[in-house]
């Protein structure tokens, strides 16, 4: 296997594809290489091409979360994520941008069962054991998207630029569809390369898991106030970060038999998370 | 007549608290644990394994694999110089698979490389044809299944006959009336998951020829002496040319009583004539030991008016996975303990374990008898409900006491204080709740940040759990310890301690040194040389809570040994004379339980009992299903403590197993193939997850022990699990028949 180092963000991206993957912290890319998840000839490693830090509420995709949780000047939401993301170390290492394209815990996936998002023609958790699984999005595969940060970015209308464009966080994501099997829509040779945060009046993130600490969101709910507005956004509830219209809409929600213990959480959650926000 | 010898060593005898030997090695990164292991030379093992559950395999082909750069040998089934079986207590388990694969995971080819990552290339061309069957995963239907041991290994050694395909043993426990009534019945069912020893040392270790056909093997292990007996006759060695040295452990808890690399990394070093080092990766560990018997438990509990037990019916069905283990005594433990701490007249127990394509189940600290206590104590609270009484209460009503007979007809002839520990456990004042509001860091949800408050009510749990200290049922269970006295330069006097004693974290290192400096405080020094199968005879197996009370009375023998050598000489030793006495230490001896009764067939089955009561605080989100143990207060009977500081150790560590159980450890199962193999999806409890556990020590002397000792790493592991969920139930009112407990099962009150 190759390493390369790129000489600006374009070469980096224009050599990606064919086998060639792009590493940044490498606590998401080193275990699916070493299971089999993602091959690759050339790794091309991020760190000299893609910004790192945050200035004026624009953040580097190179910035590792551990950078985050302790910046005064990014949204509270945001700092709760990143903090209650994974470990110590873990934070230390990953970065935002290879947060963003984290892929799913979903076990059936993860061992390589010929499910809907590895092209197979049926999502074998809506069947199967999915406790972990999702409540909204999940009629063709039913994996739960595992980035906290993601929400909190959801929530507060985050904005990215890649090397090719500029877009919503909203639109990085995508449900799978029989043509395309993606949860995002980043192009094979496109990388991000910064966020553009606004600064909401107040925003707050919570999460519930399995274990007190270093464990993925069962359910994260991130809420940001800007005026009378109110963004909800939720962690762990479908294959890519939900927005979550309004309160009602958990109404709405499709759980599985296994997983309908997360609207429950959502519900009170979402009540705790609104009940948090200081009004002005 | 002279007079005695002044006590030279002054510090760190039998009862004083001595800081552990390895502590600040660990600590500094220092200490050197099996998969730190070099050598020059050295090469890279790596073990191809099954995918399947169960599969017939129809070819395997290994030629792809041979010519691969750096490939120094590749070897399957057709390569076992020996028996090509072996297994800790029945030889049921294929050394590779020869024709069928009967677990995930189950070791096919083995090879060696100069790198590990060309060991692991090479692997991957190894072509193996399976033919995927049908895997036995439910236990309950595995006994109307094929047989997937059709020889019956486990059978013809005195158990109980059961002739329903894939029984590892049937146990029946038949004493009194067991259709005896009583004023109040209660009963349920409980299950709990499979759970993982989850050391962090994974499975690791250096086999070195010695250049005349025998073998060196250094590896994290239980019991060195069985490793050598198991492994000798697969290579086709005298057992005297397999030499296993203890290797730094990581950790243990029953699941390094099984082989795992030894004889695999013996094959390759034997092969290629150079070291050859396997480690497993994370995955692999997962898949490279047993487990803890999951278990469905069916209990019914009838007691008299005033809360007095007449009868305890009891029917519990293990999944022993694929091969045996040590599954027959974990069984007979299921049922001679599942009645708890209490004299019950009448009761019959039944307990079986069976063959299935789950993963393998054997050890694991508590032996069984977490299982029926997390049933029995929930049963307890059920009974204290029904007739209006305290829980706490109930139990001293029923505590077991010296000259009772338990259900296996054994009477109690040495120490259990059980009334003595649940009163003074009870009698640990609990904290008064934590004030609100609070960070929610040390609220339910932790670091997610969920609450301040909102949602949160506080349960109060109690439980009392006992089990077995030592071997049982006729078992010749010794331990040798060796001790060497000599003068050093400087004229002194030192001892060298000899004892294959595995230092498995409990302790022993300390414990062994202990002793020594306690009999022979006439030296000025104690050392303790290598726990090796090449000095010394058997210490058995750090289990069973075995370990202290066995190799400190075997020290305690050689020592005595020693010194009446030396006073027989005078009481002094001139430069190069020395004085090495070896000495086999026995607990008194127990016999078998009748196979068709359960009853003992002579004084005792057991060589002795520990108990431990505890009471947990847990606050619940009930919106949430999320959980904070805010605290935990246990009393335990230790017989005596030999190093206080490190019986805490065990009181704590045992007792967070105990709560991993009771909250979050589980391997998941996909017919019969494991989902969570890894420490990112199976949860073990961090240190947020674990409360300040406030532990009284209680000391009555075990009348034939060394010193009056008991072993002291069990009874947390057993009590907890039940101690934590009696606090959930108590703050939900839910019934919570399953562990472990999670969100989905507290969420939504």
């Not at chain 2, 979050?664 to 017919?671: A, G, K, S």
Request: charged residues 20%.
């Amino acid at each position: 296997m190759k390493f390369v180092r790129p000489e600006s963000p374009e070469a980096a991206a224009s050599s990606l594809g064919n086998g060639s993957v792009a590493l940044a912290g490498g606590t998401d890319l080193v275990p699916m290489l070493r299971d089999g998840l993602v091959q690759a000839d050339e790794l091309v490693f991020l760190r000299d091409v893609v910004p790192r830090g945050v200035q004026s509420g624009r953040i580097g995709a190179g910035t590792t979360l551990a950078e985050l949780e302790v910046d005064p000047e990014l949204p509270q939401a945001l700092r709760e994520a990143c903090a209650a993301s994974a470990s110590p170390q873990l934070r230390s290492m990953g970065t935002i941008g290879g947060n963003l394209l984290q892929a799913t815990r979903c076990w059936y996936w993860r061992l390589r069962f010929p499910c809907y998002l590895h092209g197979g023609d049926r999502c074998h958790a809506r069947q199967g054991t999915h406790r972990e699984h999702a409540i909204f999005g999940n009629d063709r595969c039913a994996s739960a998207h595992p980035s906290d940060p993601a929400a909190a970015l959801l929530a507060l209308g985050a904005r990215l630029q890649t090397t090719r464009r500029e877009l919503p966080v909203a639109d990085l994501y995508r449900l799978p569809t029989e043509e395309n099997r993606n949860l995002t829509a980043l192009e094979r040779d496109e990388l991000i390369l910064e966020l553009d945060v606004p600064t909401p009046d107040a925003s707050v993130y919570l999460k519930a898991m399995d274990r007190r600490a270093w464990s993925f969101a069962l359910v994260g709910v991130a809420a940001a106030r800007f005026g009378a507005e109110t963004r909800l956004a939720l962690a762990g509830v479908a294959p890519v970060p939900w927005l979550l219209e309004n309160p009602s809409a958990l109404e709405q929600s499709t759980p599985l038999p296994g997983t309908a213990y997360k609207v429950e959480i959502a519900r009170a959650l979402v009540r705790r998370a609104l009940a948090s926000l200081p009004t002005t | 007549m002279s007079a005695p010898p002044a006590r030279k060593l002054q510090l760190g005898r039998v009862g004083e608290t001595v800081q552990r030997v390895d502590a600040i090695p660990k600590v500094t990164g220092e200490f050197a644990f099996s998969s730190d292991l070099f050598a020059a030379g050295m090469l890279w093992g790596h073990t191809v394994r099954s995918p399947h559950a169960h599969a017939r395999i129809v070819s395997i082909d290994i030629s792809q694999a041979v010519p691969m750069p750096g490939v120094q040998a590749v070897l399957t089934h057709e390569d076992v110089p020996g028996a090509k079986h072996y297994g800790l207590e029945f030889p049921d388990q294929p050394v590779l698979a020869i024709d069928r694969v009967r677990y995930f995971g189950e070791p096919v080819a083995l090879v060696a490389a100069e790198h590990p990552e060309q060991a692991r290339r090479a692997a991957s061309r190894i072509a193996v044809e399976y033919e995927p069957l049908e895997p036995i995963v439910d236990a309950e239907r595995a006994l109307a299944q094929e047989e997937l041991h059709p020889n019956r290994p486990t059978s013809g050694h005195g158990y109980r006959e059961d002739p329903r395909p894939n029984v590892v043993r049937t146990m029946v426990v038949r004493h009194g009336d067991p259709d005896a009534e009583g004023d109040v019945s209660v009963s349920g069912v409980y299950e709990l998951g499979i759970q993982d020893q989850a050391f962090l040392g994974p499975e690791s270790g250096l086999a070195i020829p010695d250049g005349e056909g025998g073998i060196d093997i250094y590896v994290a292990t239980q019991w060195l002496h069985v490793d050598r007996d198991q492994v000798a006759p697969c290579l086709d060695l005298e057992p005297e040319r397999v030499r296993i040295h203890l290797a730094g452990v990581g950790g243990a808890f029953g699941g390094r009583e099984d082989l795992s690399m030894q004889i695999h990394g013996a094959m390759l070093a034997l092969r290629t004539n150079r070291p050859v080092k396997i480690v497993y990766n994370r995955q692999e560990s997962f898949v490279g030991h047993i487990h803890r018997h999951p278990a469905r438990i069916w209990a019914e509990h009838r007691a008299d008016r005033d809360g007095k037990l007449k009868c305890v019916r009891m029917r519990i069905l293990l999944d022993g996975g694929a091969y045996a283990s040590s599954s027959t005594a974990v069984t007979s433990n299921a049922a001679s303990f599942a009645c708890g701490p209490y004299a019950v007249e009448n009761a019959l127990l039944e307990s079986t374990c069976v063959y299935t394509n789950n993963p393998p189940c054997g050890a694991m600290r508590g032996f069984g008898a977490v299982q029926t206590c997390f049933a029995g104590e929930a049963q307890m609270d059920k009974l204290a409900a029904a007739l209006g009484v305290d829980p706490v209460e109930l139990r001293l009503r029923n505590a077991l006491a010296p000259g009772d007979t338990l259900p296996t007809g054994q009477k109690l002839t040495g120490s259990l204080p059980v009334a003595e520990v649940i009163r003074r456990c009870a009698a640990i004042p609990v904290p008064e709740p934590d004030g609100l509001p609070r960070d929610a860091i040390r609220l339910p949800g932790g670091s997610g940040n969920v609450t301040r408050g909102e949602g949160v009510r506080r349960g109060v749990g109690f439980a009392v759990g006992f089990k077995n200290i030592g071997y049982s049922e006729g078992f010749d269970d010794y331990t040798a310890a060796r001790v060497r006295l000599f003068t050093d330069r400087s004229g002194g006097l030192v001892a060298e301690v000899h004892c294959a004693a595995a230092e498995v974290g409990q302790g022993v290192s300390n414990v062994l040194v202990q002793v020594a400096r306690t009999e022979l405080d006439i030296v000025d020094d104690v050392l303790l040389a290598p726990h090796t199968t090449a000095t010394v005879d058997s210490a058995g197996s750090a289990s069973a809570s075995r370990m202290t009370w066995m190799s400190s009375g075997a020290v305690r023998l050689a020592c005595a040994a020693v010194r009446e050598e030396l006073d027989r000489r005078g009481g002094s030793l001139d430069p190069g004379e020395e004085i090495d006495i070896e000495r086999i230490y026995r607990h008194p001896r127990t016999t078998p339980l009748d196979p068709e009764t359960g009853q003992v067939t002579g004084e005792r089955a057991h060589v002795a009992f520990a108990c431990a009561a505890m009471r947990v605080v847990a606050e619940v989100d009930t919106e949430l299903g999320l959980v904070r143990v805010a605290w935990i207060g246990t009393a335990q009977d230790v017989g005596k403590a030999l190093n206080p500081q490190a019986v805490h150790g065990q009181i704590e560590g045992g007792t967070a197993q105990g709560v991993g159980l009771a909250l979050m450890e589980e391997i998941q199962t996909e017919d019969g193939l494991i989902t969570n193999a890894s420490f990112t999806d199976y949860l073990i409890p961090t240190a947020l997850d674990m409360p300040r556990v406030v532990a009284e020590l209680v000391e009555d002397a075990e009348p034939d022990a060394p010193y009056g000792v008991k072993g002291v790493g069990e009874p947390p592991t057993v009590v907890s699990t039940a101690a934590v969920v009696a606090a959930l139930r108590a703050a939900t009112g839910r019934e919570l028949a399953r562990v472990p407990v999670r969100p989905e099962h507290l969420a939504g009150l």
